[in-house]
């Protein structure tokens, strides 16, 4: 059983769509995350939940709008996409020590 | 945040043990030292993590300086599956955020 999942793998889009990515966890933690990986491969982060509650919410423009239905879930929803929203998106979650990373989603804007 | 220092690239031979070393000289009483690594086109992983004690898990060991200004991962027998990018990080709880610095790519030669 995967962990932490996130849909789609892949995202191909021109600028200027609404896309959303999902993420979900079976692992029973209260804590998730999104991390934003650029082309120069730093990883950053930009949004944290505990328990559907949002609780960082790093420099991230307004255009990114993450959404926890109920702990297991944590979708990231990004309106008017631009070129620089290129980039791999990863899900995480926290518990027992360490976080636990989805595999990620490769968003692509031309 | 108290920041680490990693070496950008290190290389060893297959089967032989690697010591990737990490500076962390401002490094607070309660933070955690924690190494993640990401393998290409992966999600980062949990390694290991320690406070003050040397630990030992299947993966690595780590290696605490009595100060805990610098920490020490090793791999004991390395395999091509270990070439990947290296974190060292300081956390306070698993919970908190990562902020990942560039790391020490890994390269093995068979």
């Known amino acids: 059983d995967t962990a932490v999942s996130q849909t789609p793998k892949y995202l191909v889009t021109q600028m200027g769509n609404d896309k959303s990515i999902k993420c979900e966890q079976n692992l029973g933690h209260d804590t998730m995350y999104w991390y934003k990986q650029d082309s120069k491969k730093f990883l950053k982060i930009m949004f944290s939940y505990n328990n559907k509650e949002l609780i960082i919410n790093e420099t991230v423009p307004n255009r990114f709008s993450p959404k926890s239905p109920d702990k297991a879930h944590l979708n990231l929803h990004i309106n008017s996409l631009e070129l620089g929203d290129s980039a791999v998106y990863f899900c995480?979650?926290?518990?027992?020590?360490?976080?636990?990373f989805g595999p990620g989603t490769r968003l692509l804007v031309l | 945040d108290a920041k680490t220092t990693q070496p950008n690239s290190m290389e060893s031979n297959e089967e032989e043990p690697v010591h990737l070393p990490c500076n962390h000289s401002t490094i607070s009483g309660t933070d955690y030292i924690h190494w993640y690594r990401q393998l290409p086109s992966q999600g980062p992983e949990y390694v290991i993590h320690?406070?003050?004690s040397n630990v030992n898990n299947r993966m690595a060991s780590l290696a605490i300086a009595e100060d805990r200004k610098s920490s020490t991962l090793i791999l004991h027998r390395a395999t091509l599956r270990d070439a990947a990018v290296y974190y060292c990080i300081l956390l306070y709880s698993s919970a908190s955020k990562i902020i990942f610095g560039s790391g020490t790519r890994l390269s093995i030669r068979p």
């Open positions: 320690g406070l003050t």
């Open positions: 995480a979650s926290a518990g027992w020590g360490s976080q636990y």
